[in-house]
């Protein structure tokens, strides 16, 4: 008797939330392929049926598609996920930088040769960390290519990067002085990947951390060659913040479907910067996740639900057309 109390309680509750109540599905077999890009090798994991809503997930640094190992099975059962490596990243191709502009209007160029290749027209855009300038350089250059964005700590407003942060990536691109130069390689290191990028945020829960990030990051940094690659896309990065104004007049214009899922405990694009979004889509939906920089990381499983809920459960303002709803069935 008790065990059908304990039950029934329990389905009330799912029930009452629109986010828990999203039903499970099967996963689809995760593709890892390859393909010419530009003249290069570009790397990205597909899964899903092709014509199920796409969804685009762009990585951040030091990553690459593999931040999404946990989340792309989630996700494959209802939609078709495309993952790429950035050039420079992961397992797609590192032209040595002495010859090679990295750049983040280079990264975009990449992602969308890779999606034109595909013939990929429509999609949903899972932006996080770098992420985010390459995936408004490709909605600056395609606008009506997008059909809805998610924001994974993907910032696009001055609010969310602390003042010393933004010093930082100003002095990236200003000072090439060798000291300052010295300072953003030593950023690149694998110890650095492991104490400063993944388990800064989760000191009091290390245990939530996979050591497959840092160990799989730092192979794809172990030389001197691909250090230097994210050490120009540092010197980069103040290209972002300058563009940070056109991004916001495009996003008050496009009124794009948006969800915000953001951990909160990410010192650096702080939850600041997500409830910025609502300065110019009002109507974007905003969930704070009790986790760090690397929220899907943390918490693959209650983003997926999100992403479901968003896209395919729920009738109110905010949400993606009808039209693609019906698509993912």
């Not at 509750?13 to 890892?32: A, D, F, M, N, R």
């Not at 393909?35 to 014509?51: A, M, P, W």
């Not at 992602?111 to 290749?117: E, F, H, P, T």
């Not at 730092?218 to 103040?238: C, M, N, P, V, W």
Request: glycine share 6%; hydrophobic share 40%.
């Amino acid at each position: 008797m008790k065990l059908r109390i304990w039950l029934f309680l329990t389905l009330c509750l799912v029930g009452l939330s629109p986010t828990y109540g999203v039903e499970p599905s099967w996963p689809q077999k995760v593709h890892y392929r390859y393909t010419d890009v530009l003249g290069q090798k570009i790397f990205y994991r597909e899964s899903g049926e092709s014509n199920r809503p796409t969804i685009v997930l762009l990585h951040g640094y030091p990553s690459s598609s593999h931040a999404y190992r946990e989340l792309i099975p989630l996700l494959s059962g209802r939609y078709h996920i495309i993952a790429p490596d950035h050039i420079g990243s992961g397992f797609s191709d590192k032209p040595d930088p002495k010859n090679f502009e990295y750049s983040f209007d280079v990264l975009a160029r990449y992602v969308d040769g890779l999606l034109n290749k595909l013939d990929v027209d429509k999609y949903i855009l899972y932006m996080q960390d770098f992420g985010a300038p390459v995936g408004f350089r490709l909605m600056m250059m395609k606008p009506d290519h997008v059909e809805a964005v998610i924001a994974q700590n993907a910032n696009a407003y001055m609010e969310g990067i602390p003042p010393a942060k933004q010093a930082f990536f100003r002095a990236a691109q200003l000072d090439q002085s060798p000291e300052n130069v010295s300072k953003l390689f030593a950023f690149t290191s694998p110890e650095a990947v492991k104490h400063k990028q993944y388990l800064r945020d989760v000191k009091d829960r290390p245990d939530v951390m996979s050591p497959d990030t840092w160990t799989h990051d730092g192979h794809f940094l172990s030389t001197d060659r691909e250090r230097r690659i994210q050490l120009r896309l540092f010197q980069d990065y103040k290209t972002n913040l300058d563009n940070y104004p056109n991004w916001q007049k495009f996003m008050r214009k496009q009124q794009l479907p948006v969800l915000l899922a953001w951990g909160k405990h990410d010192p650096v694009f702080t939850a600041a910067g997500a409830h910025a979004y609502l300065q110019d889509v009002p109507n974007a939906e905003i969930h704070l996740l009790d986790a760090g920089h690397f929220a899907v990381e943390e918490k693959a499983v209650e983003i997926a639900k999100l992403i479901t809920a968003f896209l395919g459960y729920k009738t109110v303002v905010g949400t993606i057309s009808q039209q693609t709803k019906d698509r993912s069935k």
